[in-house]
């Protein structure tokens, strides 16, 4: 009788937003507009419950759902990021959702649908729980990339998203199926004890890998399944593309990396040339597309390609390590894109929101703050020494090198010199040009909090940060990687 | 140690004052003013501190002095620092130029003042970092770093070109010193340490010497700057403010030669040998063809630039003859210059705030109102020549006795640089000081204030001192200098039969 109740413990976080959501909607259906303030709150305070519920489950090596789900030192790690990342959106949303007139009570529910989707794909020990999980992401972010339903670029991007995820969602579930076909199961345990022994996987494995791994690419934007991120960042409301770039890439982060190192281990010596190429490939794409940009979302959508791309080259390497260089450039990134769209969410003229790379010239002397912030930012995201952005990419070059991936690292820093270029262009044009149309000071001040807070993250402060962050992923990495 | 403290206070002080700068409030006058005084003292300050360390340096010994070491990130990077004989005369020159510049710019900057004194002091910071770092990954983050104040001072406070000259001068270095980054990695994964005493210990692999030092030249040679990657820095000086300059021409120059020393000579001995002719082929262009282009330069900055050129052409040409004379005179020519090419820009900087033109048929007679200026042009025109009682002659005098002794054409193709470096220069002085006073605008400029005269006044000591005692300088060298030399030659010698075994063995 015992068996036929799992233990809920170890999903607590995810069970507390899934009721939690369905509560705020019918609040919200049934209450209207009149309680979206409320909702708005209430969503940022359950994400923060969440997170400390996630730190309440601890990092024990805990399975449940008949082995469908999993938590353990690693997805501490990743939940902790990933909410971290829905609540600083959440928080910094509302000032634009009120200039563009669409502050709805559905914004907050979907942002905590989308959340929860994370977890469970952080979380997933099976392709089952893995699929639930992207999925219910997937959709929600659907549906806040039109969230502008009256705007044709807004639902352009929305519809766009949907129809190249629907494909990659095919890719993946083909991919699923083959290899369910050709081992006999989805369970990832399991999976991993079939091929840790240095067995010979049959070809039908090794391709449904391929496709598992094209869909997670489209996930996670790297090149050359990126198409979608510039348009989609482009045309979405620019929180949601905060959202998109913080949260849902951890999470699809998360997966490649259970997936490829806590399943797939034992078949480095197969998919390493896979994630090889990826991350040359996105690091190539991210760099140079990204010179050619005037609109600073799709520039910054560009940058995320990049730094997928340097993130992946940790992965490559395949190693505990490596991993561990992965889990603490996620991080940093995580600081250093909140923080900048902290700073694209307070470009506001008196006509509105902007987002040209030239509204932003002479910054320095209209805004000097946000002028400063936004600098560290962009030295941090080129991975200029003294900032935090330099660790992620020495760890994650680290690693490399110490897996004889030589070419990888070398492209990867001429890579990273060339983005140095666009990055210093938004340097310039803050701090060198002539000023444009001052900025309306910010009136959020929880935009400014966060600027504040990651842009001192990103500072040399991070010297003393640094240290126990590494040490924390080490941990989740060492969790994962038996 | 028990001084070790000093070494950190040198780095924190700028960085404390910084922050105090940063959060000066009040109306623009004000913050201006308190920004200036707060960066001199902190500055002069830290001179102070830096003297101290010189006085309570132990030439005696080539180990390490005041070494600090803590544990900083996990296991990779710690926080290590510490100065030889090398190294410790470059930290007293970064202190002795910073208080300079600061006075420098005390008129000629009047936007954004308080950054202004906050990029000068974060950049003293990481410039001292870079001689002080006894750890690899420590240095790399000095020596990159200090790109982002050089890059706001160049773009921010610059002339009309430089967005130009900022972004053609961070790419530049960062290009190089990302293959430097790799090298890092691969020895800290080779040696299995980033300590760089351990790592001057450790023998690396031949084969991969060479494919190391080549990344290394690759940072080096653009920092120093070597030709054919010397074109960044005339754009540079061109654009940056006088102090700006000041501190390219002084500190951040010599960062490459002193990573030669620290670095590619004592870690790479087999591929400093193999690739010395390289280095002479470069150091060699460099001297006669940028002398050359500096003769034919009508913008005094850009003349004084491509005067440096040539002169970091002796430098590295001194570096690997690798015998005493010539690496005693490439560090005493490194310093000299980081001396007289920083007095020479701020002599331009003098007219230029005048006149606000850097062009030298702008000027010419300025003998005749502005006498003390042109004898203080003259002691840095003759320095930089390498007159006889100037710090200058020091230098090039024991880099062509070094040069002499490991090959006569190379000393004799070095000293034609002598006579175009007198050319140049003498012709640049004729044009500006002498002649009549015959433009307009010309004729109502005034004399040095007394601000100018204690700027150039302990320049002026400082060369005349190097020049007729330098005693004090070289013994500071003289020590390490045997060492590192002691140790690559042993380094030779010992690969030697290895050569001869593996030839007797594929004679068999």
């Known amino acids: ?482 | 140690m028990s001084e070790s403290w000093i070494l950190t206070a040198l780095l924190v002080l700028p960085l404390g004052m910084a922050f105090l700068i940063l959060i000066i409030r009040g109306d623009e006058e004000t913050v201006n003013k308190n920004a200036r005084h707060a960066a001199l003292w902190g500055t002069l300050f830290n001179l102070g501190t830096s003297l101290l360390l010189w006085a309570k340096f132990d030439p005696t010994t080539a180990d390490f002095q005041f070494v600090q070491k803590l544990e900083w990130i996990g296991d990779v990077v710690p926080y290590h620092l510490g100065v030889d004989g090398i190294s410790v005369l470059f930290i007293v020159l970064t202190a002795f130029l910073m208080p300079i510049c600061i006075l420098a710019s005390w008129n000629s900057i009047q936007v954004r003042v308080k950054e202004y004194m906050i990029a000068f002091l974060v950049l003293e910071t990481t410039m001292i970092g870079v001689f002080a770092s006894l750890d690899l990954f420590l240095f790399y983050l000095f020596f990159e770093g200090g790109l982002i104040p050089m890059f706001l001072i160049i773009g921010i406070w610059g002339g009309a070109n430089r967005v130009y000259a900022s972004f053609k001068f961070f790419l530049y270095t960062l290009l190089g010193s990302v293959f430097m980054l790799l090298a890092v990695l691969y020895m800290y994964f080779a040696a299995g340490t980033s300590d760089i005493t351990l790592l001057l210990q450790y023998d690396f692999d031949p084969g991969a010497q060479k494919w190391l030092w080549l990344a290394f030249l690759a940072s080096f040679a653009v920092k120093m700057p070597m030709w054919p990657v010397h074109t960044w820095l005339p754009d540079a000086h061109v654009e940056a403010p006088t102090a700006g300059s000041v501190i390219l021409a002084g500190v951040l120059l010599k960062m490459g030669g002193y990573g030669f020393l620290r670095f590619s000579i004592p870690m790479f001995p087999l591929a400093s040998q193999e690739f010395a002719w390289l280095i002479f082929a470069l150091s060699l262009i460099a001297i006669v063809y940028t002398s050359l282009v500096a003769l034919a330069q009508e913008d005094m900055k850009k003349l004084i630039a491509y005067s440096s050129i040539a002169h970091m052409g002796f430098v590295t040409l001194g570096l690997f003859v690798l015998n005493t004379q010539g690496v005693e005179g490439a560090i005493f020519q490194m310093l000299s210059h980081g001396i007289i090419a920083a007095a020479l820009f701020l002599i331009v900087g003098v007219v230029y705030d005048r006149l606000h033109s850097r062009e030298i048929s702008r000027y010419g007679g300025l003998v005749h109102i502005m006498p003390r200026y042109a004898v203080f042009f003259m002691v840095f025109t003759l320095a930089s020549v390498g007159l006889p009682g100037t710090s200058g002659f020091v230098g090039e005098i024991l880099v062509l006795f070094g040069a002499y002794k490991a090959s006569s054409l190379l000393a004799f193709v070095a000293a034609t640089g002598l006579v175009l470096g007198a050319a140049y220069m003498l012709y640049l002085y004729r044009r500006v000081i002498y002649g009549d006073l015959e433009k307009e605008d010309l004729k109502d400029m005034l004399d040095l204030s007394p601000r100018e005269m204690a700027i150039f006044v302990p320049l002026v000591a400082v060369v005349l001192w190097m020049g007729i005692y330098p005693a004090p300088v070289l013994d500071v060298l003289h020590v390490s200098v045997d060492n590192l030399l002691a140790n690559y030659n042993a380094a030779i010698a010992a690969s030697e039969p290895v050569v001869e075994a593996v030839a007797a063995g594929g004679a068999h």
């Open chain 1, 1 to 482: 009788m015992e068996q036929s109740y799992p233990n809920l413990i170890p999903a607590l976080p995810e069970l507390w937003l899934a009721l939690g959501a369905l509560v705020l909607l019918m609040l919200g259906v049934f209450r209207t507009n009149h309680v979206r303030r409320t909702v708005n709150n209430a969503a940022a305070l359950m994400l923060a419950v969440a997170f400390f519920l996630v730190f309440a489950v601890g990092p024990t090596h805990q399975v449940t759902f008949s082995g469908l789900f999993v938590s353990d030192g690693f997805t501490l790690f990743m939940k902790a990021l990933v909410l971290l990342g829905s609540g600083a959106v959440l928080v910094m949303s509302k000032p634009y959702l009120v200039d563009k007139d669409i502050f709805r009570f559905e914004y907050p529910v979907l942002v905590v649908t989308a959340t929860l989707g994370m977890l469970m794909m952080v979380s997933a020990n099976d392709m089952l729980s893995l699929y639930l999980g992207l999925e219910l992401q997937s959709l929600s972010l659907y549906v806040l990339a039109a969230f502008n339903r009256d705007r044709q670029r807004s639902t352009e991007a929305g519809l766009k998203y949907f129809v190249l995820g629907a494909l990659s969602s095919g890719m993946l579930l083909y991919g699923i199926s083959l290899i369910y076909g050709f081992s006999g199961t989805t369970n990832f345990t399991i999976l991993a004890g079939l091929y840790s022994g240095g067995a010979t996987p049959s070809v039908g494995v090794l391709v449904g890998l391929v496709f598992v791994l094209a869909g997670l690419a489209f996930k996670i934007s790297a090149a050359p399944f990126h198409m979608w991120t510039p348009d989609v960042y482009e045309g979405a409301p620019t929180p949601v593309t905060a959202f998109f770039a913080a949260a849902p890439k951890i999470a699809a982060m998360a997966l490649v990396v259970r997936l490829l190192m806590g399943t797939f281990q034992g078949l480095v010596a197969d998919w390493q040339q896979l994630v090889v190429f990826l991350s040359i490939a996105s690091m190539v794409v991210g760099a140079f597309l990204a010179l050619v940009q005037t609109n600073i979302k799709r520039l910054m959508a560009y940058s995320s390609i990049g730094h997928v791309g340097f993130a992946l080259v940790g992965l490559a390497a395949g190693t505990t390590e490596g991993v561990t260089s992965l889990l603490v450039y996620m991080a940093i990134y995580l600081s250093m894109t909140l923080g900048a769209f902290a700073c694209i969410l307070s470009m506001r003229h008196k006509e509105g929101m902007c987002e040209d790379i030239s509204d932003l010239a002479g910054l320095a002397k209209n805004q000097p703050r946000m002028a400063a912030a936004l600098a560290i930012f962009m030295f941090s995201l080129a991975g200029i020494p003294l900032l935090a952005g330099f660790f992620g990419k020495l760890l994650v070059f680290l690693a490399a090198i110490s897996a004889g991936l030589y070419t990888l690292a070398l492209i990867g820093v001429l890579a990273s010199v060339v983005g140095a270029f666009y990055y210093l262009r938004i340097v310039k044009i803050m701090y060198f040009d002539e000023p444009a149309d001052a900025f309306e000071a910010p009136e959020s001040r929880s935009i400014g909090l966060v600027m504040g807070v990651t842009a001192a993250l990103n500072s040399p402060l991070s010297f003393f940060l640094i240290s126990p962050l590494v040490a924390w992923a080490g941990a989740a990495a060492g969790a994962l990687v038996l």
